[in-house]
């Protein structure tokens, strides 16, 4: 069963495919998801072969980024800055009831190290003891995003199908009673 932030993931993913042309070669809709265990990026262009990371997150408004974001292990994120390689972001805003959303495109030429903050690493009685994480810094970044859509989230997200996933909840995931 997926977590509710996987599904946030997964549903901002969708939306970076089906609303946002390949940033490179400006196709439409050939921006494909990854698999999920993919480490660096989240889709690719199926035309020209541009990777692109996804982030979602909820927003009150579905429009006003939060300051600061989540991301993933510190480890590998400091590697990659050290070698100089950034991807590109794509930040997909929604709604707490998930009905808006907005997209924003963050650049890899626009990125430095000032937008990635090392976190503390988890206490020793933590699940995943030691473990170490980054914060994107996005009130660093404000001014650095670009606007590339917005819309309304119709219907249920069409779910990318997984034997683990009871599939009746990604069908009828608001039936009541
Ligand atoms: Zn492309």
New binding site residues.
């Given amino acids: 069963m997926a977590t509710a932030k996987q599904e946030l993931g997964e549903l901002g993913e969708l939306l970076v495919v089906q609303n946002c042309p390949?940033p490179?070669?400006?196709?439409k809709k050939?921006?494909k998801r990854l698999a999920t265990n993919f480490k660096c990026a989240d889709v690719i262009?199926d035309?020209?072969?541009?990777l692109a990371q996804v982030k979602a997150s909820t927003s009150k408004d579905g429009k006003t980024p939060p300051k600061r974001l989540l991301g993933a292990a510190w480890g590998p994120q400091r590697q990659r800055m050290n070698a100089g390689i950034y991807f590109p972001l794509f930040l997909v805003l929604v709604t707490p009831k998930q009905d808006r959303f907005s997209i924003y495109y963050l650049s890899a030429d626009l990125q430095s190290e000032d937008l990635f903050e090392e976190r503390t690493p988890l206490s020793v009685s933590a699940k995943r003891a030691g473990w170490q994480g980054f914060h994107y810094d996005l009130e660093a970044a404000a001014n650095r995003l670009i606007f590339v859509s917005e819309g309304v989230i119709a219907g249920k997200r069409a779910s990318r199908p997984s034997p683990e996933e009871d599939e009746a909840d990604l069908l009828y995931p608001e039936r009541e009673g």
């Fill in positions: 390949c490179k070669c400006k196709q050939t921006l262009c035309f020209c072969g541009y």
